[in-house]
């Protein structure tokens, strides 16, 4: 018969202010198995383990129950103090009273200790069941994978490289550089962007353990922490990079051209590009799907041959490249070619999108003197449409009065209920740009209330004001076209308490900061969990903000949530911090909680190998028939194996068939008298 042992906390008020503490420690005591039941303050602190240890010393207990905080952040402080007593630290369970109980119940006090004591009672059903078990240790690849070349994805990377690893830094784009390569000056110092970026991401492409992959996709993500096995597709250019000098000649001669998603469909590219002036590597794209065949030369066909001059007949781009890069005779890929990566820890880094103003029909999106802020960016930069010149898009005309109106999409129960946290700032920013750049264009912003937190922000909206920026404190309920390509701005002024009207040649759309295209597929491929909002959920918001519920896996950047700059770059710091330490190491402890197959109950169906998500089982021969085998390297311990098993033939150790049966039958009939 086990001697087990509960350990009730109080929590402070957090526990003991919605439960009974004393009741459930006299309850505890009578449960079969129960050698001793003691309750403290704070468990977690040194007296707390103390107890434990010293029980298990003096030879009272041989099991542990925690009754405390989520085993999430205290299940490794518990686990310890087992170890340190001298008993096997697998010899523990946690009931989780607090989060699943005294938050949820906080004002039914009965309701509460009712259910804590059932808690506790199904976790010393199983305590009365546990076995002894042993860290496993894998080894790590000492490589890390970087997804996104954005600020963010661009320090996480150089951190790592200069720590001495192999760094792979996956980019989506033709270039580094993200979306801070599209601003014009970053706040509160004005500084300009692309002077601060290219730097940055000049290092990135010339460092020596960076080995970078533009234009290119994850396809698959397999293994676990020390030994992810990454598939990343490398989209078909259509031009040879190892002959491409970044030169420009085919971008000139190149006839076609499309609306350029770098300057947010303000102007047109050509159908061969580069992606902007500063791109890193400076390499030209072919767009396929616009090319016109100049010449009729198709991808992958021979010239036709002039009939008079016998020469061939070369397409423009093909005609004026001087390295041979451009060659239209060699049969391109189109699915481009896939890479196999083996990598030690990874970090997303995938940035963010701005939401488009289609969808605010109320401030008449169809008028191209409606643009975003992000579109504004484009204007006011030296590498915009218009060269830095500030010109309404309707007829080139220098505006007299612009209008800018916050908050579209973001906290709205239509669309984004979050705050994008940098709206207020970059709005302000660009006002300040127009105001000094321009002092007799009048400038007026629309906020719900102005959020400026930051380190030297609020002096920025000060100056702002002094500057003459107009702030209006209240929500905007339509924007009309007149004529003359003018707007109307309708608003409600809530200083005041009336309406306002106000006439504008340009309104500029704060439009909400949203999770980058393809975030929720990357999740499912990283089997990284996403939050409502649709960005990448952090393992814990205060204690772990850059870790995921996927060992290994980590993020940063606007992939967690709405974020400035520095912010962002704080965080990839962070998450490379991180992520170096298993590569540090060179090996990490995994949990031996690993799936067992009974091979003489295993039937051969193969149900269970297609269905684990780390490739780590397959079907072997034993006694001349198949049966189901688990490499331990590999398996990560989810159960799934051992839930679809229809011969019950897998065993999660840590979590049998009889643990929770017994965990089970505690909580509805229950034990010793039930609650």
């Known amino acids: 018969m086990p001697r087990i042992g509960v350990y009730i906390c109080h929590c402070g008020e957090n526990i003991a202010g919605a439960v009974n503490i004393e009741e459930v420690r006299k309850y505890s005591e009578a449960l079969p198995g129960v050698a001793v039941a003691r309750d403290y303050l704070f468990m977690c602190s040194d007296p707390g383990q103390e107890l434990i240890k010293q029980d298990i010393k003096d030879g009272l207990v041989d099991r542990v129950v925690v009754a405390a905080c989520t085993p999430r952040t205290h299940e490794p402080i518990f686990r310890k103090a087992t170890e340190d007593g001298g008993l096997n630290k697998y010899l523990l369970e946690m009931a989780n009273i607090r989060d699943q109980d005294s938050w949820p119940h906080w004002h039914d006090k009965e309701g509460a200790t009712a259910k804590a004591k059932k808690l506790v009672a199904s976790a010393v059903a199983k305590a009365a069941l546990l076995e002894p078990l042993e860290d496993r240790f894998v080894d790590v690849t000492r490589a890390s994978l970087v997804i996104g070349g954005g600020v963010a994805g661009m320090f996480a990377a150089l951190d790592l490289a200069n720590m001495g690893y192999k760094v792979y830094l996956v980019e989506k784009s033709p270039s580094i550089g993200g979306n801070m390569a599209k601003l014009d000056k970053t706040f509160p110092t004005n500084d300009c962007s692309a002077c601060i970026l290219t730097p940055v991401m000049v290092q990135v492409g010339t460092h020596p353990n960076i080995e970078l992959m533009t234009y290119s996709e994850v396809e698959s993500v397999e293994g676990s922490i020390g030994n992810f096995k990454v598939k990343v597709r490398k989209k078909q250019t259509y031009v040879d990079w190892d002959k491409c000098t970044g030169c420009g000649d085919c971008v000139e001669a190149c006839p076609a051209k499309v609306p350029n998603e770098f300057n947010e469909g303000m102007d047109k590219r050509k159908a061969i590009y580069i992606q902007f002036p500063q791109a890193v590597p400076k390499r030209a794209v072919l767009d396929i799907e616009h090319c016109i065949n100049c010449a009729k030369r198709t991808i992958g066909t021979e010239p036709r041959i002039h009939s008079k001059t016998g020469e061939p007949i070369l397409a423009p781009c093909e005609k004026v490249c001087k390295t041979g890069a451009c060659d239209r005779t060699v049969a391109y890929n189109p699915e481009g070619e896939v890479v196999e990566l083996d990598v030690g820890t990874i970090i997303v880094a995938t940035g963010y999108k701005v939401m488009d103003k289609t969808p605010f029909k109320e401030y008449s999106?169809?008028?191209?003197?409606?643009?975003?802020?992000?579109?504004?960016?484009?204007?006011?930069?030296?590498?915009?449409?218009?060269?830095?010149?500030?010109?309404?898009?309707?007829?080139?005309?220098?505006?007299?009065?612009i209008a800018f109106i916050s908050c579209v999409g973001?906290?709205?129960?239509?669309?984004?209920t979050y705050c994008s946290k940098v709206c207020c700032m970059y709005m302000l920013k660009e006002a300040r740009l127009i105001k000094e750049k321009y002092p007799n264009i009048n400038v007026y912003i629309f906020f719900i209330?102005?959020?400026?937190?930051?380190?030297?922000?609020?002096?920025?909206?000060?100056?702002?004001?002094?500057?003459?920026?107009?702030?209006?404190?209240?929500?905007?309920?339509?924007?009309?076209?007149?004529?003359?390509?003018?707007?109307?701005?309708?608003?409600?002024?809530?200083?005041?308490?009336?309406?306002?009207?106000?006439?504008a040649d340009m309104v500029v759309l704060a439009t909400a900061i949203e999770p980058a295209p393809g975030l929720e597929e990357l999740g499912r491929k990283l089997g990284i969990t996403l939050g409502a909002e649709g960005f990448m959920k952090e393992l814990h918001t205060k204690l772990y903000p850059v870790e995921t519920s996927v060992r290994g896996i980590y993020i940063a950047g606007c992939a967690q949530g709405p974020k400035d700059i520095p912010e962002s770059v704080s965080q990839a710091r962070a998450a490379s911090s991180a992520a170096a330490v298993p590569l540090t190491l060179g090996k990490v402890v995994v949990e031996p909680l690993i799936s067992e197959v009974d091979r003489e109950k295993c039937s051969g169906c193969g149900i269970c190998v297609p269905l684990c998500p780390y490739s780590a089982l397959s079907m072997v021969e034993y006694k001349e028939k198949p049966r189901a085998k688990i490499e331990e390297a590999l398996c990560a311990g989810c159960g799934v194996c051992a839930a679809a098993c229809p011969s019950g033939a897998i065993t999660l150790h840590g979590f049998t068939s009889a643990q929770i049966h017994a965990q089970i039958e505690a909580l509805t009939v229950g034990i010793g008298g039930g609650a």
């Open 365 to 401: 999106p169809q008028s191209p003197n409606v643009i975003t802020a992000m579109q504004l960016e484009r204007i006011l930069s030296a590498t915009g449409p218009t060269e830095g010149e500030l010109k309404r898009p309707s007829d080139g005309e220098k505006p007299k009065t």
């Open 410 to 416: 973001s906290r709205d129960k239509r669309y984004h």
């Open 449 to 503: 209330d102005v959020r400026s937190p930051g380190k030297d922000f609020e002096e920025y909206y000060d100056y702002c004001r002094n500057l003459g920026v107009k702030i209006i404190r209240g929500r905007v309920g339509a924007v009309d076209e007149l004529e003359g390509d003018r707007l109307r701005v309708r608003a409600y002024d809530v200083d005041l308490g009336l309406p306002v009207e106000l006439e």
